[in-house]
């Protein structure tokens, strides 16, 4: 792998990570800025608040088993407009309960896997 570092004006510095010819990830980091905050659209919902065990149940419903850290939603309402997670001092458990929403969110027994996450702000 090659990891290429680029620092520019108005970014802190962008990186890619190549295999060969090809670019396995791009991104860019910047310095936190606590005034600068960005504001997401709040959306009203009537639907469903589940609780932890039937989220996880209807999970496995759709073939998705779960355990330990990576079973920290504590509710979410059926169409992933809402959702209370649990911290358990591990970035990748978190993440993948932020996708763990998405599913639900999709009324579909299939199966979904991301191939693509447009952007992340921790």
């Not at 504590?74 to 929403?101: M, P």
Request: glycine share 6%.
């Amino acid at each position: 792998f090659l990891v290429n570092l680029c620092r520019s004006k108005y970014i802190q510095f962008s990186f890619q990570i190549l295999e060969g010819d090809t670019a396995v990830v791009t991104g860019y980091a910047r310095t936190f800025n606590p005034t600068h905050k960005e504001t997401i659209e709040e959306k009203t919902s009537t639907a469903t608040i589940m609780k932890t065990k039937d989220f996880y149940k209807e999970l496995r419903l759709r073939g998705y088993h779960y355990t330990g850290l990576f079973k920290s939603v504590l509710e979410a309402r059926a169409d992933g407009t809402h959702a209370k997670i649990q911290w358990k001092g591990n970035w990748v458990a978190f993440l993948d309960c932020l996708l763990q929403i998405g599913i639900i969110a999709v009324d579909t027994r299939s199966l979904m896997v991301p191939t693509a996450i447009e952007k992340i702000s921790i």
